[in-house]
């Protein structure tokens, strides 16, 4: 009786606690899932790792690193993203990992999942059309786990477009950014990310088309520009977000409100007189022409590219807290 009180007593400790090249370590796992948790150093530690990675080695093709040798990588997709899918097995190769699993229409109700997958490998990827059930899920894991896309979030995507600004100004303090396009959950996470780095960001999602829907985190980005000293500006026109801006980020839309966020090459031009590079998040429709999408300064491809990169860095950071330098 004694012994089963003494089990009792410790079995939380026993449940979070996770070896490491054979050391007991007691450290919680680094979860992403949502950048509300996060802080600038934080952001700033995983897009330098990755920048640095990609300095290294400009092309991973062939290439097998030792650093997650023995690591199993998991992915539980309630929607399936192809795209983000091949960023986390290319990434998960990259770093030695041996194996990448995909497990497709997971249904969230079970809390205790979080606790069984996570018995059975060393990270774990989540793609769903819910956000809250990823966090009951984290909570019950014992190792990473990194939310790639929600409703609330599209985080590698928002990582890998801000890694490209970097890439571009070395920074992005003082940076306007505009995004025009439908709400979208990657506004929600340049939302965050903007004013958590020092950027301001103004934004066109609203339209008669879209029943007037506002981003989900606008109120979240409005607390935090307080803090920082930045803005976060809702704008009822296309000259409006465009003004000053250096960064534009163009979203995907539906057939029907493509001409409502429609942008040109001219209304850019018309706009900004600052240096300036676009992005468009894709998928891409009738928002957005060949003259735009091709253009010299558009750095689309580049963040696409930068997604394993990402992916890379994340998980080198979660699982063995591993920062390339």
Not at 222 to 228: D, K, N
Not at 313 to 323: E, G, P, Q, R, Y
Request: with cysteine.
């Amino acid at each position: 009786m004694k012994l089963f009180r003494s089990v009792k007593r410790f079995a939380p400790l026993i449940a979070q606690t996770r070896y490491v090249q054979g050391r007991q370590c007691l450290k919680r796992p680094r979860h992403l899932i949502c950048f509300k948790q996060w802080t600038a150093p934080m952001v700033l530690d995983i897009i330098k790792s990755a920048i640095n990675l990609k300095c290294r080695y400009g092309d991973t093709h062939g290439k097998r690193l030792d650093i997650l040798r023995n690591s199993k990588v998991m992915i539980l997709q309630e929607v399936n993203e192809p795209i983000l899918n091949m960023a986390v097995s290319k990434a998960a190769t990259f770093l030695g990992a041996f194996d990448v699993n995909i497990i497709d229409h997971l249904v969230w109700d079970k809390d205790y999942f979080g606790k069984v997958f996570s018995m059975m490998t060393d990270v774990i990827f989540v793609a769903t059309a819910t956000h809250m059930c990823v966090q009951r899920f984290a909570d019950q894991s014992s190792v990473p786990v990194l939310c790639m896309r929600s409703r609330t979030h599209a985080s590698i995507q928002a990582l890998s477009t801000v890694m490209a600004i970097f890439e571009e100004y070395g920074t992005m303090k003082t940076l306007n950014v505009a995004y025009i396009g439908a709400p979208h959950p990657v506004l929600n996470s340049y939302l965050l990310l903007c004013p958590m780095l020092g950027a301001n960001i103004r934004f066109q999602c609203c339209c008669k088309a879209t029943g007037g829907v506002c981003p989900l985190l606008s109120k979240a980005s409005e607390t935090m520009t307080a803090v920082t000293r930045t803005e976060s500006k809702e704008c009822d026109s296309l000259q409006q977000a465009l003004c000053n801006a250096s960064v534009i980020i163009s979203g995907p839309t539906s057939c029907k409100s493509a001409k409502e966020f429609k942008i040109s090459l001219r209304d850019i031009e018309k706009n900004t007189p600052c240096e300036w590079i676009f992005f468009h998040t894709c998928p891409r429709g009738e928002e957005c022409d060949d003259d735009l999408f091709h253009h010299c300064k558009a750095r689309t491809f580049n963040s696409f590219e930068n997604m394993h990169y990402i992916t890379a860095a994340l998980m080198a950071n979660a699982v063995k807290d591993i920062k390339f330098k």
